[in-house]
């Protein structure tokens, strides 16, 4: 399984971005798919996940400024950013669980300038 994830890039305080995750087979069949960012020197957190039935769960900070989607028919995840803050600064990575697989894709950097 290959993750592609995309739309990262510079942004000021205040902005928004979307980002994307096209996965190389059909996504519906992923018991729940992610997001997860690293900032330098911290560790890697979950931001936000959805399952295949749609509930989705956020970390507390980004909770009521990113909303996480899917698009089965374009096997994609999405994860739209908005009211960006500097601490939003990280590596962004998709990741997806199928059983007791788990799948990472090449991360996509956001940095927020204040």
């Known amino acids: 399984v290959q993750l592609q994830a995309s739309g990262g890039g510079l942004v000021q305080a205040g902005g928004s971005l979307r980002l994307s995750c096209a996965a190389s087979?059909?996504?519906?069949?992923?018991?729940?798919m992610g997001w997860y960012r690293q900032a330098p020197g911290k560790q890697r957190e979950l931001v936000a996940a959805?399952?295949?039935?749609?509930?989705?769960t956020y970390l507390d900070s980004v909770k009521g400024r990113f909303t996480i989607s899917r698009d089965n028919a374009k096997n994609t995840i999405y994860l739209q950013m908005n009211s960006l803050k500097p601490e939003d600064t990280a590596v962004y990575y998709c990741?997806?669980?199928?059983?007791?697989?788990?799948?990472w894709g090449k991360g996509t950097l956001v940095t927020v300038s204040s």
């Open positions: 087979r059909d996504i519906f069949s992923f018991n729940v």
């Open positions: 990741n997806a669980g199928l059983g007791v697989e788990i799948y």
């Open positions: 959805i399952t295949s039935g749609g509930s989705t």
